[in-house]
Every structure is written in C-alpha cells, then in structure tokens.
RNA sequence: GCGCCCUUCGUCUAUCGGUUAGGACACCAGAUUUUCAUUCUGGGAAGAGGAGUUCGAUUCUCCUAGGGCGUACCA
C-alpha cells in the first residue's frame, strides 16, 4: 500500500449518542494507530446539516473522552470544508468523470422501480444526455463505470470484488449544491492523508464506490478494514431493550473505562489467550490482521467479570469518588467521618463488586441512620439466649482494639470462651450490625462501622 | 429482487491440512465458610448441512440453509 507514516479516524455522524459499536470503532482506530506510532484523527460527519446536532457532537465527544480514546489532532467537522468538496467535483465534471441530473424526484421513484424489479442498479438517462437547460434543478452524480470490476483488498476479510455493473451512480452534490457523504468521506479522508480506514462492515458496499472516486481523483485507495457489528446478547442487533447501546449509559451503570477498553477490545480481536491485559499491552499487540470476521455478541457478564476484576485493582481514592456520585444521585448523604474514611472502608467492602453501583450498595449497611428497624430474619435469630450473648460480647468488644485482625481474634476467642462456634451467633450479630442490608465478614463490618457506632447499634438491638 | 459479508462449546475466542479441537466468561458438582459474595478443586459443553480437493479436513473450493449489511439528493 504505502509506506507514509499510519493515520487513522474515527469519523461519527453526529446524530445522536456515541454507540458502543461506534465506540470500538474508534477503540480499534486508535489502538492501531499507537501500535503503528501513526496519528489517530477525529472527523465528524455532518455533511447532512438536518439531522445532526450540536448536542450529538457534545455527546459524541464526552463518550470519546470518557473511554480515554483521545484524538492527536483537533477534530474536522466536515460541513466546514464543503467548498473544497464542490471545488473537487468541479474537477470531475471537468474531467468527465461525474455529470448533471436533472432527474426529478418522482422520475427518480419510477427509475429506482423498474431497476429493482429488473435487479439491477439505478442509471441515469443523464449520463450521456446534455440538458437544454443547464441551470436546471439538478444533481451532481458521479459517472461510474459500467464494465469490468472494483476489487477490495479488506485487511481483514480479504479481497472482496465487485462488479462495477452492479454500483450505481451516486450523488456527490445534492440539488442546493450540499455535498454528500460518499464525496465528503473520500475527499477528506485524502486530505487528512488518512492511511488506513477502519469502520463498521455497514460500510463495504459504499468501500466499492469510493474505491471509484478515488480512482476518478487519480489518488492512493487507503488501506481498509471492514470491522463486523456488535449484537444484543440474543444475537439480533443491539437496541434498546439490550441494556444499552450509549458509552454513556455504561458509565452511569458503573463500568470503569479501562474495563470498557479492555473488553471491547476482546470483543472481535484477541491476542492468544490473553483476556486481562493492560492499555500498553493492547497497544503493542493490536493488529487489524487478527481481528475477526464475525459480529460478536455484547456479554454482560464477561463485561462484568472484566469490570469486577479493574474495580479490585483500582486505586481507592478514585472508587471513592465514583461511589460517591453514585450515592449523590440517589440522594444519599454521607456523614462527615463516613466520607473521610470512604477510600479506606472502599479497601474493605470491594470484594465482590462488579460495578460501582454495587460498591455504593456493598457501604448501604454504614449509611443507615440508628436507631433502625431490624429485618425478621434477625429478629427471629434473637432469642434470649442469643440476646444474652451478644451482650456478653458486646462487653468483651468495649475492650477490644477496633482494627480487623484483633477484631477477628477477638470474635474467636469469644466464641472458644463461650464454648460455641460462631454460626450460633454470627449471622445475628450480623443482622443487628446491618439492620438486614448485606454485610461483609464480621470483623470487617465492625471495623467498618467504628467502635461507637457499632456498639451503639448492638445496644440498640439488646 | 439484486449485490456484498458472516457461520468452532450458551457467549467471547484459539487453531492458520495431521491436536484427546485449547483458553476465558457463564453453568453444574464438591471444598472452605459468620449471610451474600469471594476463593479453591473438579465436570459437562463446539466445528450449520451437503458435495468435492487431499493419504488426511474445523482449516481449501462449491452448493444449500440461517443471520447481517447495502441497494437514499442518510451517514
């Protein structure tokens, strides 16, 4: 192909939020791009001024940002350039490569009938006609050939050819003299000096055509790489009723970036055997050869097993600030000595957590406000002897360093000295400590709760 | 209708003509255990179907089936 220095792009249409489909796109355009020491570029497709809004760029660029895949340059926005996109088919008409239609819309319905009922591509009458009024309502149409074949050499599936036949003539400048996609995308994508386009398989069809225009100009063909869809979990593609499409909504379900990175990364490419592996390392190993062909299904709980496992090694000040907004959203406040101590009771309670919402839900038992209701699982665990118990060890926990090991040795050598094992009255002192709401290991909830307040709640409940 | 793409365990994937078809998530069983969870051990689980090519096909070719995309003065 070329031996110039890699560019990639990621290039949205901004009509609405930043896809996860659209999100691995650019994931795997930056990926390739850094692994090549080449540039990433972002180009925002709003060549249709009707259906894209500034709030879709805004969305569009958050989502980006969020997943930390960050552009090397300032972002085109090509509606802006559309001068030199009329200026190009200028050239072509020059060139005899494109031509006017004067085609209306209703001949065009008529022609577009006949052609799909014969199964073959629309032409124009316009192609070799010349109008005895040039300054018509018209179109620019590019002047495809109508022999011989276009042959596509995808990185990642290979050749795929074309009979030039089958391609129609598409519009390169609407009737108000707007350019479309199909010339806009070529146009900037050689003026970007774009290496390398990498997109979704929607694309391979339009690859055929542009693969022509770059032809016409007399430019390099870039090299492409077709990347397959990412489905719903049923295999049918991703919509609403999934879960998710937004990058956004998975931020708000408490999915950490790096974990995104990661598995949007395993979805459609691996490296071995690898699943868990670093930003660098996905760098170093990313190939657009070895992505694979196939759509892949979106997998919530490999997602959260992924997750689970960036969570355990995030840094607690961090997760601390995330839970928090989480608990700010629900409307949940945190006393003063609770949020001070939130990196460090965050330490103790991630565990089991997928996501940050369950972080937030895993530090619900230290949000309760004493004195609370006991659920009728602890109550019914309460009988006196129990009761009588828990008092005693109450007694013995006044004395007792408030620090997990020595809490632990303590609740042992409780349960030695009273002759039972802890099952006789762990889960109630569990059940007193939390009020019914999912609790750690003993030690670690005592702990967690601090002296006072956890033999205020015992009080409480005696 | 026409064109193009895709098809290995439930899911994500490895294999690049010769393997007991490997790994991960999920699942099941067992162990641990102070709830849930975690952790540990073990287990079941796959080449869409049919023709070829070949000494030998998951791997190469063709057909069929199923799924997807395109067929716009959308991108």
Redesign the pocket.
Known sequence: MSSRPVVTRF???P?GFLHIGGARTALFNFLYARHTGGKFLLRV????RE?STPEAVAAIFEGLNWLGVTADAEPVF?HQRADRHRAAVEDLLAAGKAYRCY???EE?EKA?EI????????RSPWRDQTPSDPSA???VRFKGPLTGETVLQDLI???????NI?L?D??LL???G?P???L??VVDDHDMGVTHIIRG??????AARQTLIYQAFGWEVPAMA?L??I?G?D???LSKRHGAQAVGEFADMGYLPEAMRNYLA?????H??S?IFSDSEAQAWFEVA?V??????L?W??L??INHHYIQAADNGRLADLVGTVLQARGEALAEPLRQRLPELIGCLK??AKTTLELADALSFLLKRRPFALDAKTTSLLTDETRARLSRLRETLADVVFERASL?VA?RSFAEAEGV???KF??AL?GVLSGGA??????T?LFTLGKTEALARLADAL
């Open positions: 290039a949205p249409s009509t497709e709003d060549t249709d259906r090509q085609l209306t819309i065009l577009r052609a799909r009922a014969e199964g073959r591509a629309i309502p018209h179109v599936r290979g050749e795929i050819r074309f009979q089958d129609d598409l519009v609407r009737a108000d707007a479309t996609y199909n806009a995308v398989d929607d694309h391979i069809n339009n077709h397959p869809l489905h979990p295999g049918a593609k395993r979805l459609g490419w691996g071995g055997d699943e070895d694979v062909k196939s759509p892949a299904r997998d709980q490999k959260g097993f565990e089991g632990e609740i094992g802890i099952g762990g889960p569990r999912p609790a750690p290991d003993l030690a909830t």
